[in-house]
């Protein structure tokens, strides 16, 4: 394939992030991946679990973003588009309507104590809160998955048959605020890959007509203008002009760089004092800031060997304990035992207990916020199986300074080499 056909075939797919809250674990992604793959003009599909994150490899002229988040919300994934740049906070900060519902009502249920029919208040909890579980349990059944939301509509289902009414309510009202918490605790982790992926620069400004335009527009050759304080836009060499850069976010060097004419400039780093014109030398795409911004990415996307493993299994335990729950309660029913409301009862705690959330997310979620934390801080990891190799490792050597030091020269200790000169003499001086 010809350069020319490349960049045709690049410029064609576009890549586009979704912020889907309604991904609570691993157990969900086959659905995803069951409802945009299909899909006409969608080329490839990748799932960050802990972020919540979609990024969908797609032909825009096909499909576009909008269709893509009208087809995740069909299965009630409450999908949006993540604009590159956007500040927006999706964090929930109270729980939802539902689920504060479904407690108040819980709440009140413990009244029964003093009036009887109060009893059936946690069956009004249930109708309340299990709404969204409801909508998400029909959406995977039709498309033929089995998630944690089937589970719970099952184990809600056997408890009302029981008439446990209190333990059907908790069972709606705990996987409601459950939910919550996990849209809680993965909003730093995006957050933190957010940052990450907005260093690349969005917009620079041509020096001839000074037209702000997308980095993305900017060709090979272009001369481009750089004020003091701002954020060189795309990889090229120094025309006219001359200043300081920090480069801190690229290599690690934590005193300015000074730039004249002839010098080379990264895309990513900052302009601190002075004016430059800079002639670009590369696609804002190619640029070091767009390569390292993809290799957080990839990091991310990247999968350890203990995580394959347990998303293998994944795949065969929320079946195996929908099979298991039902031997629970059909075998002795077959056998006709004389307590099988007690069998029933532990087939519903199995059904529950053993939600596979806990066991899918915990590795993923250590991995996410493992790598996030490193690039955070400036150390960029290729994924989580590097990450596992790390705990084999015995020495570590360091050439940089500010890699595990603030980055700052301080004067620690100061020694005369002449005996003639006192310590107060020289300090004076």
């Known amino acids: 394939m010809g350069v020319g056909e490349k960049n045709k075939t690049s410029q064609k797919f576009q890549k586009s992030y979704f912020d889907v809250l309604g991904l609570c ?20 599909v990748s799932i960050i679990v802990p972020s919540r994150t979609v990024i969908v490899l797609h032909d825009s002229l096909i499909i576009s973003q909008l269709q893509i988040v009208k087809a995740l919300n069909q299965a009630r994934l409450e999908a949006n588009v ?3 740049g956007d500040a927006v906070d999706y964090r929930k900060k109270w729980p939802s309507p539902y689920a504060i519902g479904s407690g108040v009502l819980l709440l009140l249920s413990i009244l029964q104590l003093v009036y009887r029919p109060l009893k059936y208040l946690p069956l009004a909890a249930v109708a309340v809160g299990i709404i969204p ?12 998955t089995l998630d944690t939301n089937i589970l719970a509509l099952f184990a809600v289902l056997g408890s009302i048959v029981l008439h446990d009414y209190w333990e059907a309510g908790a069972i709606v009202f705990l996987l409601t605020i459950a939910q919550w918490l996990e849209s809680r605790a993965s909003h730093k982790a995006t957050a933190v890959m957010s940052s990450l992926m907005n260093i690349v620069p969005q917009k620079a400004v041509l020096a001839e007509s000074g037209e702000e335009v997308d980095a993305e527009e900017v060709k090979v050759g272009s001369i481009l203008a750089v004020k003091a304080g701002e954020t060189i836009a795309v990889d090229g060499m120094v025309v006219e002009g001359g200043c300081e850069v920090d480069e801190k976010a690229l290599t690690g060097e934590s005193f300015p760089v000074s730039k004249q004419t002839g010098s080379t400039v990264w895309a990513g780093t900052i302009n601190l004092n002075g ?24 990091a991310q996307n990247s999968k350890s060997k203990t995580q394959r493993f347990i998303d293998k299994c994944a795949k065969f335990y929320t079946p195996a304990i929908v099979l298991i729950s039902i031997g629970l309660a059909a075998i002795p029913a077959g056998l006709r035992v004389d307590n099988q409301n007690q069998w029933f009862h532990l087939a519903l705690v199995v059904l529950v207990s053993a939600c596979p959330c806990a066991l899918i997310l915990s590795t993923p979620v250590a991995t996410f916020c493992a790598l996030s934390k490193a690039a955070e801080a400036g150390v ?3 994924g989580g199986e590097y990450l596992e190799t790390l705990a084999k490792i015995k020495i570590m050597g360091f050439d940089k300074t500010g890699t595990i030091t603030r980055g700052e020269f301080v004067v620690t200790r100061f020694q005369s080499l002449s005996d003639d000169f006192s310590l107060n003499t020289l300090l004076y001086w």
Request: charged residues 25%.
């Open 25 to 44: 674990c691993s157990s969900e992604v086959p659905l995803i991946e069951k409802l945009l793959k299909p899909l006409d003009g969608v080329k490839d």
């Open 380 to 382: 960029l990891i290729k």
């Open 133 to 144: 579980i409801f909508l998400k349990g029909v959406a995977a059944l039709c498309n033929f």
């Open 275 to 298: 004016y430059i014109s800079v002639r670009t030398t590369a696609l804002a795409e190619d640029c070091v800031v767009a390569k390292m911004a993809k290799l957080v990415e990839d």
């Open 82 to 84: 993540r604009v590159i």
